[in-house]
Each structure stands twice: as C-alpha cells, then as structure tokens.
C-alpha cells in the first residue's frame, strides 16, 4: 500500500463578502499549491466566525461566499475535503475536552483576544472569544493535521494548538494528539494595508488600506496608486525604512512569480508612480478571472450545496474516528472505544 500522504488542515473565517489580498497571499494560495503533495482539508470555520455576533442572513451568505472564493482560487473539491465547520459536529465536542486542558491564564495570554477585546470593550466580549484559538487547535487536532498553513498573525495560535496537543499526549499517552506545524511562508507572512503600512492588512482595517479579491479593476487601481509610501524617490528593498515600498514590492514578487531582487533592478531609475502603476495592473489581471469564476459559483447555490454537504460528509468521517479516538483517552464513551 501507498503510504498516506501527510495531512494538512486550514481555515478562514467568513466575516466578510470578499477575502483581501492578505487572506489569499497569506494563505489560500498555499492551500492550493499543497493539494498536489498532500491530503488537504480546507475549511470556511462559521463557528469561529460566531464570536463577533453575525447577523444570521448575512452570515449565510458569506459561507457561500467564501467558499465559492476557495474553489475559485483553486481548492479542488475532489482531491481535497472542503466543508462548513458547523456541519462537522465534533469540532464543538472537541474544543469542550481541549478547553478542560487549557488554563484560564493560557488562553487570556493570546494577543489576537487581548487586541480584539481590547477595541469591542468588556460589554461585547463574549466568552466564544475567549475561547477562539482552543476551537482553532481542536479544528487542527481533529484531522491529526501535521501541517497548517497560515499567516504570520496566526503563529501564537499554531503554538497553543502545538502545547494541547504535546498536554494530550503527555497527559493521556503517546498517539493521543499529532503535534500540528505552522506552515507559514516568509515573504508574504504579513501583507501590511496599504494605508497603514505598519499594520497588517485587514478586513477591520482602513477601508483603503484593503484590496478585496472581489474589487472591480477600477477600485484595485485606485487603492494601488493611493497607497502610502514615503517621501523619497528611489525603489529599493528596505522594510523598515520605506516600508509601504516593501509591501507593494511583495505583493508583485508574489503574484508574478519574479523576485524582488529582479523588480528592483528593473525599477531603478524609475518613480513609484511607475511601480504602482504596472502593479496595479498585475493584481486586475490576477483578479479578473477569480471573480468571474466565483460569480459562476455563487449562481448556482444548490450545486454549491452539494459539494459542501460531500465535503462535510468526508470530513465528518475522519473527525469521528479522532474523536472517539480522544474521547476514549479521557474516560468518556464506550469501553471498547478505548482500544480504537
Ligand atoms: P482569518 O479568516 O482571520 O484569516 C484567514 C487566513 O488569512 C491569513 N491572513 C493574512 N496573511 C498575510 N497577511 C495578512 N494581512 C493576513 N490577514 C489574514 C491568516 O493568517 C489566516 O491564515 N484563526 C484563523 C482561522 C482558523 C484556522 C483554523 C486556521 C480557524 N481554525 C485552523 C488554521 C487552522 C484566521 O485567522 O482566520
């Protein structure tokens, strides 16, 4: 028999209409690359998305949404298992075991909680939360994921995932947990808005500082060439001094395969107008035909349905298995379980 190829697991949250370029340089364009060498489970994790209260149409919508982006991206839903988190009951029952391994202190350490609560105040904070990245490490541990491909802001999370894992183990006996790896890839880790290039480009962020893979040519343009750089002259690699500079060359060297050595010997001599301008250009026709196919996808919402409730189907019988698998290590459910 084949030896089975390593599994690796993903997710985004659908809190949004459009995913930004970060979410796909970041991200997604990873989870396509590594469908080839590995058994991929991709997930749009509406659990998640719960935490900052939704409104339930708007909410429904986006799951379609986001997934119709993941297969228009290039997620292929034969070779690898795309699903609905909520559709994959063990998710839930999972995080309940991982949250009674996991200290108060632990958790309340995550930064992402911290900056979130921090901007919605103590009224809105709920305790899912709080309670974010033991779901992110039970959707990892469910699937005995090795590797997670995700953005740089998802590191502290990835270790916390790491940490229960290495507890179930240790705890429970060996062959309890995988210890999942971060998969995250140096040059487009961070992509940073384009207003703000100290920050991270972000769907809570400056509208302007975002570009949505679902933005019209005309709106990508004007972001483009409205993004802040600095107020010098010359096109050169410096992150921490033309910082804005860095990003756009980022995003060219990512979508266009050339490196950023290349772009900016093929720069020199020329003004940031002329950057923008050509990189501009280079993301419209990187978009064009992802959001022609994500439209094709969103016409026909039975169809998308269907592979959603197949993708769920194969998800769930994994998840199963690994469930019964833990479960049985903490004392719950059959005797025989114990065995599995
Ligand atoms: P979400 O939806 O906030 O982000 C989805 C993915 O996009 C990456 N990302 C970025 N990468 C580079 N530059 C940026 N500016 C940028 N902004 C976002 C994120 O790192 C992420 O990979 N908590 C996860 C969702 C999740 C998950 C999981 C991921 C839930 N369960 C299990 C992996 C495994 C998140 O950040 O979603």
Redesign the pocket.
């Known amino acids: 028999m084949p030896t089975p190829k390593p599994r690796v697991?993903?997710?985004?949250?659908p809190?949004a209409d459009s995913l930004?370029l970060?979410?796909y340089?970041?991200?997604?364009k990873q989870w396509v690359a590594l469908q080839d060498d590995y058994d991929c489970i991709y997930?749009v994790?509406d659990l998640?998305a719960l935490t900052v209260n939704p409104d339930p149409a708007v909410l429904r919508h986006r799951v379609r949404a986001t997934a119709a982006q993941f297969l228009a991206a290039g997620v292929d839903a034969e070779r690898s298992i795309l699903f609905v988190?909520s559709q994959v009951p063990q998710h839930a029952q999972l995080t309940w075991l991982l949250n009674c391994l996991t200290g108060f202190g632990e958790a309340g350490r995550m930064t992402q909680f911290k900056d979130k609560s921090a901007k919605l105040g103590e009224k809105s904070i709920t305790v899912g939360l709080f309670d974010?990245p033991i779901?992110?490490a039970a959707?990892?541990l469910l699937y005995d994921a090795r590797l997670?491909?995700?953005?740089?802001?998802?590191r502290q999370?990835?270790e916390l995932s790491r940490t229960l894992a290495a507890r179930l183990n240790s705890r429970y006996g060996e062959g309890a947990a995988v210890v999942p790896e971060a998969l995250i890839v140096k040059q487009?880790?961070?992509?940073?808005d384009l207003q703000e290039p100290g920050a991270?480009?972000?769907?809570t962020g400056h509208p302007a500082g975002i570009i949505e893979l679902m933005d019209d040519p005309k709106t990508i343009a004007k972001r483009i060439k409205s993004a802040v750089t600095d107020s010098g002259q010359e096109i050169t690699w410096d992150p921490r001094e033309k910082p804005g500079v860095a990003n756009l060359l980022s995003i060219y060297s990512a979508l266009t395969g050339r490196t950023v050595e290349q772009l900016v010997n093929d720069y020199q001599g020329k003004l940031y107008g002329h950057l923008k301008a050509d990189l501009a250009e280079v993301v419209i026709e990187a978009l064009a035909p992802f959001r022609e196919r994500t439209a094709l996808y969103l016409q026909d919402p039975g169809q998308l349905d269907r592979v959603l409730d197949q993708g769920a189907e194969r998800a769930e019988a994994i998840a199963r298995t690994v469930y019964q698998r833990v479960a049985a290590r903490f004392g719950l459910g059959q005797a025989g379980a114990a065995a599995g």
């Open positions: 697991f993903s997710g985004i949250q809190t930004h970060g979410n340089l970041g991200a997604l997930s994790v998640h988190q974010y779901l992110m959707d990892i997670v491909p995700v953005g740089e802001d998802q999370h990835l487009t880790a961070k992509i940073y991270k480009m972000s769907k």
